[in-house]
């Protein structure tokens, strides 16, 4: 049984939704009357026309009935962009800072209004347009964690560009593929940034891709306008003469300064329909090929702002801070589109949670009095071996609500982030979400619903969701299985670009009438959803179904182990059989006697069957770039395979060579 915390008087007391009751009430009020609930919250937003009435919603979930497609307000037209800037100019608050800008380097940060963000959002509005930009066009964006990126995304927004923000940590043949796949005709990017003592040459990077989109892919991108960053920013390491970096080509190169020189702060913007494309993202790739997902118009507006509002419980006062980087969908949802729709203040970080100390991140949450902090576990457990001096030093209690996304917390590293980075009086919400699901979909509240350390939580409203067996019969009640929605919320994807054929057999094929999420999930006798991991990650041992999430927990409960990652091999006798990766903390020698001690405790709190038939130390795991384990190569390795398959999001290849060698 694991402890239920409650929320404690410090985050209730100033919270919108202050009790589980009140979360009941709304939560049935979403399924029970979706245009009332939503239409309520879409008042406060600008419509250039109104929704047609009785046309809130339509869908198809079920593929044996036709086609699948989603629409919200269908009839409405607006612009993001218009409802996050000029909105809230108008109702005054044109002075309130949106962005403090927190660079690499501490010596470099900045802030900006609203007011000025406008106005710079329509000078490159304007700009792009001046290049023969405009609706339904992608610009694909390659840029660091400065605030021409956001600028940039808004300025798309504006005048009914699709944006397709690709990671600025990927190579350049992953940029090529990702720009050709949706016939970029803008590329936008910086001449490079730091990233702690590492120098990155972006131009470069995207020199080498647009050269490879043509020869590879035989698309070519027109325009490729540069940010001058470096020359503004405090040198982190080596720099030397900055333009002798990459090359220039005046034919397609042109510098965002000069594009915007002459530019008017006023651009008016393109009106969209609510099912107007509004961007585009490529998944993470942990499981596969990235997947181009798009989202639209006004169902995306109004899921980010909600959801923003009541996870965050964000308050006109409040600092937030986001520690995502805009290449990933928690970059877009929670760093841009619906603390803006808020009109709230944010954090946005360039640099390194390790430079150029390993306590920068609770130097800045100092520095910013933030109040909402969101990140990663990943991030947790790599800060958690430096010790909690390096938190504890830190004046943290700004802090009310900490957020965590990207895998399952593990629920060492949940009590860590609970006890020593909120003092056990913050509330943890664990969302659970996907790039498909535009925002949270399974999360706890903070002033509304206790919370149980490694589990997501609750449903947000309007999501149904559903726990199915293998042959597609609903689990009621405690059980685990596939987890899975019977109907749309507003910001769930609603294709893939370019390819519809895809969407609906990745999505909506294994169980007609559910979105699919791939993932596994089990509901406690709470009732609680607890997220398992990636199906493909069960593991049958013996007979047993087991989450690899389940064993990784309980490894790092050794406190000499840091990291773990489970996948499974053939067995002749079990049918599968665990070979766990474990990392050690810092100063830790592998020994055999650690190696006894972690299967016995594997044994002794899941069970002989779950006994580990390996366990290799590790000097790292294969990661993407946005931190989350690939267990699909962790699976190859534990087989020898050689054969990896798509490697273009892995972060460090060179981790993939060593685990071949140290196998034991
Ligand atoms: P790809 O789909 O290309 O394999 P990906 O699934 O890693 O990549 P994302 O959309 O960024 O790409 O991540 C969504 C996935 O991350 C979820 O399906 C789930 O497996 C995992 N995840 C995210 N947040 C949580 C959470 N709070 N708890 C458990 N798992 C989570
Ligand atoms: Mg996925």
Redesign the pocket.
């Known amino acids: 049984m694991s402890r239920v915390f409650q929320p404690s008087a410090h985050v209730v007391e100033k919270s919108r939704l202050p009790s589980l009751d009140k979360y009941k009430e709304m939560y049935k009020n979403s399924l029970d009357n979706p245009e009332e609930f939503w239409s309520e919250i879409a008042k406060e937003f600008y419509w250039q026309t109104p929704y047609q009435p009785g046309k809130f919603v339509s869908y198809n979930f079920d593929i044996t009935k036709g086609d699948i497609f989603v629409k919200w307000m269908e009839g409405a037209v607006t612009n993001i962009c218009v409802n996050l800037l000029d909105r809230n100019i108008e109702k005054g608050h044109g002075d309130k800072i949106a962005y403090y800008w927190e660079g690499n380097h501490p010596d470099d940060y900045s802030r900006i209004t609203y007011r000025k963000l406008k106005d710079l959002v329509c000078q490159f509005a304007n700009g792009l347009r001046s290049r023969g930009v405009g609706k339904g066009d992608r610009v694909s964006i390659y840029m660091p964690m400065i605030l021409e990126t956001v600028v940039c995304m808004l300025a798309c927004a504006r005048i009914g560009a699709i944006h397709s923000v690709v990671f600025a940590g990927f190579s350049s043949d992953s940029l090529a593929e990702r720009m050709s796949d949706c016939k970029a005709k803008v590329l936008v990017t910086s001449d490079g940034a730091w990233r702690g003592e590492k120098l990155l040459i972006l131009k470069k990077t995207c020199d080498e891709a647009l050269e490879k989109a043509k020869t590879k892919h035989d698309h070519t991108v027109e325009t490729c306008i540069v940010v001058s960053h470096l020359a503004k920013a405090s040198p982190c390491g080596k720099l030397g003469d900055i333009q002798s970096l990459y090359d220039w080509n005046d034919d397609i190169d042109v510098w965002w300064h000069e594009l915007i020189e002459n530019q008017s702060n006023d651009c008016e913007p393109e009106w969209m329909d609510a099912e107007d494309p509004l961007f585009m993202l490529y998944?993470?790739?942990?499981?596969?090929k990235?997947?181009g997902v798009l989202h639209t118009t006004a169902g995306y507006l109004l899921y980010a702002a909600t959801t923003f509002r009541y996870v965050f419980d964000y308050q006109e006062k409040d600092v937030y801070w986001c520690t995502a980087d805009v290449g990933?969908?928690t970059g877009h949802t929670y760093v841009v589109y619906a603390p803006l729709a808020n009109c709230a203040t944010s954090v946005m970080f360039e640099g390194s949670p390790f430079y150029p100390d390993n306590d920068r991140y609770w130097a800045v949450v100092q520095k910013y009095k933030v109040t909402q902090m969101y990140t990663a576990p990943t991030a947790i457990r790599s800060l958690m071996k430096f010790g909690v001096e390096n938190v504890t030093k830190h004046d943290l209690k700004s802090l009310r609500v900490l957020g965590?996304?990207?895998?399952?917390?593990n629920p060492e590293a949940w009590h860590w982030y609970y006890n020593y980075v909120g003092s056990e009086r913050c509330s943890i919400v664990?969302?659970?979400?996907?790039?498909?699901t535009g925002g949270h979909v399974l999360t706890s509240l903070p002033g509304a619903t206790p919370m149980k350390p490694g589990a997501?939580g609750f449903p947000f409203f309007g999501v149904a969701p559903t726990i199915l067996d293998d042959n597609g019969k609903v689990i009621e009640g405690p059980g685990e299985g596939y987890l899975v929605f019977s109907r749309p919320w507003p910001s769930i994807m609603r294709t893939l670009f370019g390819n519809h054929e895809r969407y609906q057999s990745v999505y909506f094929s294994k169980f007609p009438g559910y979105y699919c999420?791939?993932?596994g999930a089990r509901r406690d006798e709470d009732g609680f959803l607890w997220?398992t991991?990636?199906i493909d990650d069960m593991l049958n041992v013996s007979g047993h179904l087991m989450s690899t999430a389940e064993v990784e927990s309980v490894l790092t409960e050794d406190s000499r182990v840091s990291e773990a990652a489970v996948v499974s091999r053939p067995h002749p006798q079990k049918g599968e059989a665990l070979h766990c990766f474990v990392i050690l903390n810092a100063g830790v020698q592998p020994d055999p006697s650690i190696t006894d001690a972690l299967k016995k405790h594997v044994r002794a709190r899941i069970g002989a069957f779950a006994a580990p038939d390996a366990i290799q130390f590790a000097p790292g795991l294969p990661k993407?770039r946005?931190g989350?384990i690939m267990r699909r190569i962790l699976r190859k390795i534990a087989v020898g395979d050689t054969d990896i398959g798509d490697t273009s999001t892995l972060a460090d290849p060179s981790i993939v060579d060593q685990l071949f060698k140290s196998k034991p």
């Open positions: 998944t993470s790739g942990s499981t596969g990235p997947k990933w969908i965590s996304v990207g895998e399952p917390i664990d969302t659970f979400w996907q790039t498909e997501a999420t791939g993932d997220v991991g990636r993407t946005s989350k």
